[in-house]
T-cell receptor, first 113, second 114 residues
Framework: QKEVEQNSGPLSVPEGAIASLNCTYS??????FFWYRQYSGKSPELIMS????GDKEDGRFTAQLNKASQYVSLLIRDSQPSDSATYLC?????????????FGAGTRLAVHP | EPEVTQTPSHQVTQMGQEVILRCVPI?????FYWYRQILGQKVEFLVS????????KSEIFDDQFSVERPDGSNFTLKIRSTKLEDSAMYFC????????????FGPGTRLTVT
């Protein structure tokens, strides 16, 4: 059974701080990794993708990947109250030429003013 | 910006009834997916669809479920005889044919089975 694990939180940070979200995955053959943001009652919204070891930055977001440790993280700089949501880590299982996403349970982030 | 759309946003049905959930994927995308999320639980993969056929399905996707692309734009999920445990949010997603492999999700249909 392929698993993606996340700390459920809540992770509470003050406005302007850095929020650090972590994820581990079990399938060593996974190649693609994604962070989705999900507001309550809404659908997952893609915010970052990462395919290679190292860091990838996009605005206030930085994704980090370490395939040897099977670890993905998301840093949110200058956190805003509007960042309060559940952050889903998703791993792309590539099988037979097709892809499916395996999601973690999500980490709930609360940014307080 | 192109987006995945889904209808209806909320469907209430009685146990044993058939429901059809509809999706319009992003127009140049080639791979289509259905996921579901039971309240308070993880997003779970149901089925992937490519070139007018199912490419992979999960254990959840049993004989009560079917998918179809009846025309060039719509992608549907049918549940033949709904059960109480089918109550969930159902999300359609799509992606392009090659890398990158990002999947984009529609707003979802909330299915309530009574």
């Amino acid at each position: 059974q392929k698993e993606v694990e996340q700390n459920s939180g809540p992770l509470s940070v003050p406005e302007g701080a850095i929020a650090s979200l972590n994820c581990t995955y079990s399938d060593r053959g996974s190649q693609s990794f994604f962070w989705y943001r999900q507001y309550s009652g809404k659908s997952p919204e893609l915010i970052m993708s990462i395919y290679s070891n190292g860091d990838k930055e996009d605005g206030r977001f930085t994704a980090q990947l370490n395939k040897a440790s099977q670890y993905v993280s998301l840093l949110i700089r200058d956190s805003q109250p509007s960042d309060s949501a559940t952050y889903l880590c998703a791993v792309n299982l590539f099988s037979g030429g097709y892809n499916k996403l395996i999601f973690g349970a999500g980490t709930r982030l609360a940014v307080h003013p | 910006e192109p987006e995945v759309t889904q209808t209806p946003s909320h469907q209430v049905t009685q146990m044993g009834q058939e429901v059809i959930l509809r999706c319009v994927p992003i127009s140049n995308h080639l791979y289509f997916y259905w996921y579901r999320q039971i309240l308070g639980q993880k997003v779970e993969f149901l089925v992937s669809f490519y070139n007018n056929e199912i490419s992979e399905k999960s254990e959840i996707f049993d004989d009560q479920f079917s998918v179809e692309r009846p025309d060039g734009s719509n992608f549907t999920l049918k549940i033949r005889s709904t059960k109480l445990e089918d109550s969930a949010m159902y999300f359609c997603a799509s992606r392009t044919g090659g890398p990158p492999s990002e999947q984009y999700f529609g707003p979802g249909t909330r299915l309530t089975v009574t």
